[in-house]
Each structure stands twice: as C-alpha cells, then as structure tokens.
C-alpha cells in the first residue's frame, strides 16, 4: 500500500526532474546570452567542470565563471540545445543525483561558424531548495568549423579548436565500442589493423 510518505517521495521526485530539466535548459541559454551572473548562479561553490580533451577545466564556481569569461571573449554568436536529458536520484539522498545530457551548438569562435555536439556527464546537488550542478564534465564528439562538417566525422581527430584538431572524447574511447570492433569488426584496436 501506497502511503503519504511514498506519494511526498514521489512528487518531490517529480518536482526535482523538472527542476533539475529547467537547470540545464538555462545553462544553455545563460551560455548564448553571455549572462555570467546566471551561469556562475548554476554552479555550486564548489562545483567542478572538466572535459576529457583538457580544453574546459576549472574548480569552483569563480573559477568555472572566469573560464566561461574567457570562452565568450573569443565567441560571437551561438546556440546551444539539449535533447535528451536522463535524471537518476539517490536513493540514500534526496539532495544528489546524477545525469546524462545529449546536446548540440551552433557557435562561432573567433569569427568561425562552428558546428559541435556533445554530451555532459553531471552531479547535481541541491542546496537550500534550489538544485545545482556540483559536476560538469562535457564531452565532445566533435566540434569543427561549418565547412569541415561534411568530412568531420571521418575523422578521429574532429575536435578544432583554434589551430589545433584533437581527437575526440567519443565514441572511439567507449568499452562498448572498443568491443564492438574487436567483435564484429575484427579490428585490433591498438594498431587499428585487422587482426
């Protein structure tokens, strides 16, 4: 049977995804904005943000608002929008929960065009009633110039930012990837030769 307790566990639930919904939905549009007091109000005090390339790394919400600085100084327009955006809680703690956030952006670093998409890992902590992210970790599949887009994903290197092209953080670097290709492809994923 179904108690009071239950139905108040399953609505703040229900209230915290919608929240938690709105979070990342503002994210975005504080980052097209350029709206610095918004985005760095998103972040924790001591909320982390880190990407497996090294390009986005900072600790702290001040910290985390003087690298979003620093982006936008050299980005004009853009446009970023999320798709899909998956919520798991704590069972132990109704203040912590977890989440996955598939996304894509129009941007235009140093003048640019620029194509990206991307996915972000997240923790999101709720502090006095109002949810937070304690953790950012945004991972590219690629990210390059408008008129490189036709050829962009044949490319492990598809990460162009300023004059460098690095590789990608996925999917190339995923165990079920990885095992894919060793399984149906016959591929020996060190030397990439077929086995």
Not at 44 to 62: H, L, T
Not at 132 to 147: N, S
């Amino acid at each position: 049977m179904t108690t009071l307790e239950d139905l108040a566990a399953r609505v703040d639930r229900l209230e915290a995804r919608n929240a938690i919904t709105e979070l990342v939905s503002s994210y975005a549009i504080a980052c097209d904005e350029h709206d610095m007091p918004r985005l760095a109000g998103l972040f924790a005090e001591d909320a982390q943000f880190d990407s497996p390339s090294g390009v986005m790394q900072a600790s702290g919400r001040q910290a985390i608002a003087d690298m979003f600085v620093e982006l936008f100084k050299i980005r004009g327009p853009g446009y970023h929008w999320t798709h899909d955006n998956f919520v798991r809680f704590d069972e132990s703690d109704p203040d912590h929960a977890t989440g996955l956030v598939l996304s894509h952006a129009e941007t235009t670093p140093g003048g640019t065009v620029s194509l990206a998409a991307m996915k972000y890992d997240d923790i999101y902590r709720r502090e006095a009633g109002v949810w937070r992210f304690a953790k950012r970790t945004i991972q590219f599949l690629y990210y390059v110039p408008a008129d490189q887009y036709s050829n962009g994903l044949n490319s492990r290197h598809r990460l162009n930012f300023g004059d460098d092209a690095h590789p990608a953080d996925y999917p190339e670097n995923l165990a079920s990837w990885r095992d894919f290709e060793r399984v149906h492809m016959g591929q020996n994923i060190k030397t990439g030769s077929n086995e």
